[in-house]
Structures are given as structure tokens and as C-alpha cells.
């Protein structure tokens, strides 16, 4: 072995490891928020998080993204520390599939069907297929499909590399004196540990001993303490990522951390203790790719078993060792390590952009409550809801722009769009909501009373106000642009009743039945309602265009007024919310 088989090990280590995060990037953005989804439907049976933990990381084919977004998740308050344990144990389980395919490579057979199951001989292949995918496909999901196919293949074509490259090694006693080593156990958890943490991946630390283990060199004695260290220096990515994180989301690492040690310190001494006793004959024989990937698979599987009815104490074990408590905030926020699963951090923005909308919803009904039945305590709640509504409006805007600066699929950019426009729409909802709390301060401190009439009329204008807020904001919670449909008609019927009850107030002040100052305060009413109506109706066009490309939000309204279906909804709503005879 010379000095350019090892440039040819360190080429095949560097596309192993671009492979290999090529294709979880590109699993991860088609997943998107089914996988936060999935998370979201977990209960307290820990054999369901369990099943869920391994599915995810087999979709997404990395445990340590798993893991950081499970920090991420718990740090947003998104999900509970007791929640994470069924997962954390799945993922370890889920990442053993990658170790199963990379042994296919040592396959060795003169059947030609057997032969085309050894990733060497399909992965050309399915680059091929992927590069076309890529090129000719004006379908973003289908062009991830392809990432995913290249980023297969290149992963396949880097652990040739490095099998190719350490083969020479059989030959040499040096190495052979070098193994020698690791048939210390402690040695052998310790290189492995370190080995993972450097390249912070189990899957291609296993790669690269299936790889070594080709040479005929290593034995099960040698590779199963490495197999067991491997594990620990996966929670290297755990630990970075608890960096600047809230305590309870530090903890996750904490039970990552205690699942795999706690797993190899009882594997050694059952394994070892073992040996001792019964004296294993496979010890000293060479393992092989598939050995290897055997091996991996039992440990975690072990570990698993044996650990999974001790989750609580683990997460006692946790909160023990990260012991203050948090200070009690308003509300939690979305962790910059979602950023990391673009899908989940959207999909997170979702729900967050839908409760922006109904604190939005809650103060607006508020402010008009206080119109008839005035209270301190709704007028501070309104004070503090219009304060969170900015912060809602501040901190979403930032962080989808950041999401949008990461690698998303077409559909997770419309949604990135619709929730950008959406929240400056319920941001100034919530403005319109403290003006109408200012007209009813003056009104209770001045003691102005308006007219029957004038009361019945705003009875009616506020009814319909109330209903195409409901319409707007459900739609957009719901994205059923259907729905949103049926806003733009009612926007209408209200400019419609505010037109005349404006004509009827301005009939009034001629008559002497209402003053001036009443008049004043009336108008501030009567534009703020128009203001949210014209909101309502922003909010329903972006559910509508992110369901359609290249919509004109303006020519979409103005060619709406002439549509059939718009002077029915229209007649519809003038006949619902009519004003009482003048």
C-alpha cells in the first residue's frame, strides 16, 4: 500500500460522506413536514415513538439529523422530553439499514442476477437514471428523486473506493501487528467513539469497517467493541446542537447520550463475560461486510430492548443531570436547528403562522366586545396580545426568510410565500383591533351612547365582520382555497353596509339625532372595519394563490367581479346582512 491508495481512501471517505448527505438532504426536503407530522401523532406508547423513530431515520437515512431535530423540536416546545426517548431508541434502530446495504458489496457469485444485487454493478445505473431525472424533469419532486438516486450511487462508488484502496493492507504485517490493538476492548470503544465523532456519522464509520473488514483482517473480537463505540460518537451531533438550546431540550442529548452507554457498558460485560465463560468460537474469525452489519443491528436492537422499559427513569436520569428549570416564558418559539429539516421547520411555521392568526382573531373580537361591555382587564389582555402579534410578526418573518434561503421544494416555497404575506396581514388585524380598543376607551370615559338605530345597524356591520374573519382565517388554516372563495363576496357586502350606514349616519347629523363627537368616533368604527374586511380578503387571495401559479392577485380580484359565481355570493350575502328599515 502506498501513498496514493491512501489518496484513493480519503477521496472514497470524502464521496462516501457527500453521498451520503446528498441523499438524506434530498429525502429530508421530499418528506418535508410529513415527517413533523408523523412526530406530532406520537402518544405516550412508547412502542409507537419507537416504530416512528425507526421509519423516520430509515426515510431520512440519518439518526443524527433525527436527533437535531428532536432537540430542535423540544427546544421550540413543540414536543414533550418524554416523547423523544421511543424515538431516540427507533432512530438507532433505523440507522442499521445503511450498514445491510453496504454489505450487498460483498456479494460474491457467478449468477448474473445475483451479481446485479451488488451495489458496484446497479449504481452506475441508477446514476444514470438520476443525472436524466435531474436534467430533463421540470418537476422539482422529481429532480429530488434524482438527487437521490446520485447521491445513492456516489455514496456506492466512495465505499468501492476505500475497499479498493485498503485491499493491498491483507498483505501487510504491519497492519496485521497493528489490529493487534484493538483486541483490547476498551481501545476498540474508544477508536470507534472518536472515529464517529470526527466524521459525526455511525453509518459511514460502519461503512468504513465493512470496508477494512473486506481485507479479511478483522475479527468479531476486533469489530464488535468498535461497533459499540460507533454509537457513542454519534452523540457528538447530539451534544453540538444542545449548544444555546433551553435546558429541557439539552436533555434530549443527555438520554441519547445515557441510551448508548448505558447499551455498550452492559454489552461489553455480557459479551466479554460471555466469552469467558463459554468461550465463543467465532471470536478470533474474520468478519465480513455482512458480519458487520449483523453485529450493528443486534447491538441496537439489545440496547433497545433492554432499555426501552426503563424510559422513564432515563428521562429522571436527565432531568437530574440538567436540574434548574427553565424560566416560564409567554410562549415558545422555533429553534434554529429546525433549519437543519427545512419540511419540519415549515410545516412548524404553519402552525405557528395559524395561532399568530388566532390571537389576531381572539384580540379583534375582544377590542369589539369592549365596545359594548367595556373592562380594564380585556383592554390589558388586548395591550399584551397586540405586543405578541408583533414578535409573532418580527421573528416568523426572519426565520422564513432564512428557511427560504436553504434548499426547499417548489411547494414548500409557495408556502413560504402565502405565510409571509399572511402574517403581515394578522399583524395589522391586531393594529386595526388596539384602534377600536382606543374608540371604545373614549367612548366609556366620555359616556357616549349611539343611537338605537345606529347600534342595530353596527349589529349587523359587526356580524358580518365576525363571519368573514371566521371564513378568512379557517381557509387559510385549513389552505382550502374553495373556502377562500366565498371572502371576497362578503368583503364586498361590507364596503356595501358601511357605504350606507355612513349615508344614514351623515342623514342623522342633519337631523339632529346624533352629534358630532359621536360622529368622529363612529367614522374611526367604520374605517378600522373596512380596514380588517380588506385584510380578511389579502388572507383569503394567498390561500388562493399558493393553490395556483403565477396568480395576479389584483387582475384575480378585478376578473372576480365579473364572474357569475361572485354576483351570486354577493346576492347571497346583501340578502344575509341587511340593514333595518331607516
Known amino acids: 500500500m502506498d501513498i496514493f491508495s491512501l489518496f484513493t481512501l480519503c477521496g472514497g471517505l470524502a464521496f462516501f460522506l457527500y453521498g451520503m448527505t446528498t441523499m438524506s438532504k434530498s429525502l429530508e426536503k421530499m418528506a418535508g413536514g410529513k415527517l413533523e407530522r408523523l412526530l406530532k401523532r406520537m402518544t405516550s406508547n412508547p412502542f409507537k415513538s419507537l416504530l416512528l423513530g425507526a421509519g423516520i431515520t430509515i426515510a431520512i437515512q440519518s439518526s443524527s439529523a433525527m436527533t437535531v431535530m428532536l432537540v430542535g423540536l423540544v427546544n421550540s416546545g413543540v414536543m414533550e422530553l418524554g416523547q423523544t426517548i421511543g424515538v431516540i431508541m427507533g432512530s438507532n434502530i433505523g440507522t442499521t439499514l445503511t450498514a445491510w446495504i453496504l454489505s450487498l458489496a460483498g456479494i460474491e457469485s457467478e449468477s448474473v442476477f445475483v451479481n446485479l444485487l451488488k451495489p458496484e454493478n446497479f449504481s452506475p445505473v441508477i446514476a444514470l437514471v438520476g443525472i436524466i431525472l435531474i436534467m430533463g424533469s421540470k418537476k422539482q419532486k422529481r429532480r429530488d428523486i434524482g438527487r437521490i438516486m446520485v447521491g445513492f450511487s456516489i455514496l456506492m462508488y466512495g465505499m468501492e473506493l476505500m475497499k479498493n484502496s485498503v485491499s493491498p493492507l491483507a498483505d501487510m504485517p504491519e497492519f496485521s501487528s497493528l489490529l493487534t490493538a484493538f483486541n483490547n476492548p476498551l481501545l476498540g470503544v474508544l477508536v470507534g467513539a472518536v472515529f464517529t465523532g470526527v466524521i459525526q456519522s455511525s453509518a459511514a464509520s460502519v461503512g468504513i469497517l465493512q470496508a477494512l473488514a473486506m481485507t479479511g483482517s478483522i475479527t468479531y473480537g476486533m469489530a464488535v467493541p468498535i461497533i459499540m463505540g460507533q454509537n457513542i460518537g454519534t452523540c457528538v451531533t447530539a451534544l453540538i446542537s444542545s449548544i444555546g438550546v433551553n435546558r429541557n431540550a439539552k436533555r434530549v442529548s443527555v438520554i441519547h447520550i445515557s441510551f448508548n452507554v448505558i447499551g455498550t ?32 443491528t443486534i447491538f441496537n436492537v439489545f440496547t433497545t430492548a433492554l ?67 367595556y373592562q380594564e382587564s380585556r383592554e390589558t389582555l388586548i395591550t399584551e396580545n397586540e405586543d405578541k402579534l408583533d414578535i409573532y410578526e418580527d421573528r416568523l418573518g426572519d426565520y422564513l426568510v432564512k428557511i427560504s434561503q436553504h434548499g426547499v421544494s417548489m411547494s414548500d416555497i409557495r408556502t413560504v410565500s402565502r405565510l409571509l404575506h399572511a402574517i403581515g396581514d394578522f399583524e395589522r388585524i391586531g393594529d386595526h383591533a388596539l384602534n ?68 344614514r349616519h351623515i342623514h342623522r347629523l342633519q337631523t339632529g339625532e346624533c352629534t358630532i363627537q359621536l360622529g368622529f368616533v363612529l367614522s374611526d368604527l367604520l374605517t378600522n372595519f373596512e380596514r380588517v374586511s380588506d385584510h380578511c380578503s389579502n388572507i383569503a387571495v394567498c390561500v388562493i394563490e399558493s393553490q395556483e401559479d ?14 357569475q359565481s361572485f354576483a351570486a355570493g354577493l346576492d347571497r350575502d346583501m340578502a344575509k346582512y341587511r340593514l333595518p328599515q331607516a
Open 307 to 373: 432499555l426501552l422499559p426503563f424510559s422513564r427513569q432515563l428521562e429522571k436520569l436527565a432531568r437530574r443531570a440538567i436540574k434548574a428549570e427553565d424560566k416560564s416564558e409567554q410562549f415558545a418559539f422555533l429553534d434554529p436547528l429546525l433549519l437543519r429539516t427545512p419540511g419540519v421547520a415549515i410545516s412548524e411555521c404553519v402552525s405557528m403562522t395559524n395561532r399568530m392568526g388566532a390571537v389576531a382573531h381572539e384580540n379583534l373580537l375582544d377590542a369589539v366586545r369592549q365596545l359594548s361591555d
Open 550 to 563: 403565477d396568480l395576479d392577485p389584483h387582475a384575480y380580484i378585478s376578473g372576480l367581479k365579473t364572474d
Open 265 to 296: 457498558v452492559v454489552g461489553l460485560i455480557l459479551f466479554y463475560g460471555g466469552n469467558m465463560l463459554f468461550h465463543f468460537p467465532f471470536m478470533n474469525a474474520a468478519v465480513g461486510a455482512v458480519g458487520i452489519a449483523f453485529c450493528h
Open 436 to 503: 377600536l380598543q382606543e374608540s371604545a376607551r373614549e367612548l366609556h370615559e366620555k359616556d357616549l351612547h349611539f343611537s338605537d338605530a345606529a347600534r342595530e345597524e353596527l349589529e349587523v356591520l359587526l356580524t358580518a365582520l365576525n363571519d368573514i374573519m371566521a371564513l378568512a382565517f379557517d381557509s387559510f388554516a385549513a389552505n382550502d382555497p374553495v373556502a377562500a372563495r366565498d371572502v371576497e363576496p362578503l368583503e364586498e357586502t361590507i364596503d356595501q353596509l358601511i357605504e350606507e350606514i355612513r349615508m
